[in-house]
């Protein structure tokens, strides 16, 4: 918008001022002039400094394993200095396992009672916990019954008919939201909660069974690329649906200060728009149904590629590979590829603030009160001082040559 009217406009003044004042009457060599500059400063590396680096770069990361879906993604990244970590299937393994059983009768069988009846109850859940508790029954070898009237309440727990009673499988405010009394089981569930364990309440009708407690095992290495993520300047956040207790020990561990807990699946969405309020560049990290509003809302949404299609769709990149660590490297790759348009920007306007004081004929005073052009400079410069078209060309040219390969550096950028 500035650069192309005012070379347009020195190019113009130019050639009205070597018309004039030229050293002949002859029009060549302020036709010359204008030639030159517009040629010098034709902004086409300026053209190729953005799209060759943010290709390379995008390229750079399909290698990895980082599908980047829009260009506008890859700059924006560079910007963030929040990314939101969703808990399940991002920071762990997203397949939770039975760890312990606790009823509140314990007569004998009433073990395997509650596990059965949470199972069967359960039968009609996608949950990951419905199926942790379904395959530990199965495991058991115990025999489950079909369940009736299947409810899910998100971000709550899972109620159904089974064997003509009405069986709750939930948290703490699923059973309290449902009038049943808790009684000494409270102390244990958050005893198990401290722990890093999932308690989840059983109730049938309005007496409580017992609790069953799942742990989602973290990711490898993870601990360690929640660190790198953090060196890189970047505040992260937890966010996960677990209550308080459980949430603040998993995070504990993975060295995260900042928890978003006991969060609906439809208030993800609201977390993040908070931390935007607060005037943050907010990444989305996440794999889920659920968290697919969050990860258009956010700045930038990423997805894990082992997470559900809408999560995917929603995703302005791809992580392939399912890990923090790819996390890292969509930051890393964005930081690269803008430190390289930064300096292909220089590049492009290197030569024309260089050159076009020369092919505007600056340096014909200096050769006159030289006594004229050295022999060995004429090609350069003719018998007056000024530069020739060809070489403008050439140098034009070389700007672009060299935009284009500090780009193809992106290739060797290690991320």
Known sequence: AYFVPAVIALAVAAFLFWMSLGPTSDPTYAILVFVAVLIIACPCALGLATPTAIIVG????????????????????????????????????????????????????????LLRLA??????????????????SRDRGLALISPQGFEAIPGMGIQARVAGSTVRLGNQAFMQANQISLGGLTS????????????????????????????????????????????????????TGDNLRTATAIAQE???????????????????????????????????????????????????????DIALESADITLMKGDVGSVITAFELSRFTIRTIKQNLFWAFFYNVMLIPVAA???????????????????????????????????????????????LRLRGAKV
Do not use: W
Not at 60 to 67: C, F, I, M, R, T
Not at 80 to 94: A, H, I, R, S, Y
Not at 193 to 216: E, H, N, R, Y
Not at 373 to 398: I, K, R, T, W
């Open 58 to 113: 995008t390229g750079k990361g399909a290698e990895n394993g980082v599908l980047i879906h829009s260009a506008q993604a890859l700059e924006v990244a560079h910007r963030v200095n929040v990314v939101v970590l969703d808990k399940t299937g991002t920071l762990t393994t997203g397949q939770p396992v039975v760890t312990d059983l606790v009823v509140a009768n314990t007569t004998d069988g009433a073990e395997e009672d």
């Open 119 to 136: 199972a069967s109850a359960e039968e009609g859940s996608e949950h990951p916990v419905g199926e942790a508790i379904i395959r530990e």
């Open 188 to 239: 244990q569930a958050a005893e198990l909660a401290t722990s890093g364990k999932t308690p989840m309440f059983v109730a049938s009708g309005s007496q409580v069974l017992g609790i069953i407690a799942v742990s989602d095992t973290l990711k490898p290495a993870v601990v360690e690329e929640v660190s790198h993520l953090k060196r890189l300047g970047l505040d992260v956040v937890m966010l």
């Open 254 to 308: 993975l060295g995260i200060d900042s928890v978003e807990a006991e969060v609906l699946p439809q208030d993800k969405v609201k977390v993040v728009s908070r931390l935007q309020d607060e005037g943050n560049v907010v990444a989305m990290v996440g794999d889920g149904i659920n968290d697919a509003p969050a990860l258009v809302q956010a700045d930038v949404g990423m997805a894990m590629g082992t997470g559900a």
């Open 361 to 407: 004929g600056a340096l014909y005073p200096v050769f006159n009160a030289l006594g004229g052009v050295p022999v060995s400079l004429e090609f350069f410069f003719g018998e007056q001082g000024f530069l020739n078209p060809v070489l403008a060309a050439l140098a034009m040219a070389f700007s672009s040559v060299t935009v284009v390969s500090n780009s």
